[in-house]
């Protein structure tokens, strides 16, 4: 059984930074991706950074320069540092993979991934 069990999420100042972890068990793919997504208030869940099981990333615009992913494939952990936060990063932060390898052209949408943490609170304040 996967589990995605996620630490590290709290309240900060605009301007402040935060690491994120992901602790994954039971997480047997060879071929996958593992991402960090967010969901607002009253918005629609999305993509933050994907990396992939040879260490390809993407990301979103609005955290390109400031947001990066990492994983520790000894400790089957994934990790998104966030830098120079803003109020608009707030939200509910969750890991999620997939079970197989995903193409860029979909790997920052929701469907593809089928294991997720349970989430973790993140609030920037001005």
């Known amino acids: 059984q996967v589990q995605l069990v996620e630490s590290g999420g709290g309240s900060v100042q605009t301007g402040g930074s935060l690491t994120l972890s992901c602790a994954a068990s039971?997480?047997?793919?060879?071929?996958?991706?593992m991402g960090w997504f967010r969901q607002a208030p009253g918005k629609e869940r999305e993509a933050v950074a994907v990396?992939?099981?040879?260490?390809?990333?993407t990301y979103a615009e609005s955290v390109k320069g400031r947001f990066t992913i990492t994983k520790d494939n000894a400790r089957n952990t994934l990790y998104l540092r966030m830098n120079v936060l803003k109020p608009e990063d707030t939200a509910m932060y969750y890991c999620?993979?997939?079970?197989?390898?995903?193409?860029?052209?979909?790997?920052?949408?929701?469907?593809?991934?089928?294991?997720w943490g349970q989430g973790i609170q993140v609030t920037v304040s001005s």
């Open positions: 990396i992939d099981h040879v260490g390809g990333t």
């Open positions: 039971g997480y047997t793919a060879r071929n996958y991706c």
């Open positions: 999620a993979a997939t079970d197989r390898w995903v193409g860029l052209g979909i790997r920052m949408r929701t469907d593809p991934y089928v294991y």
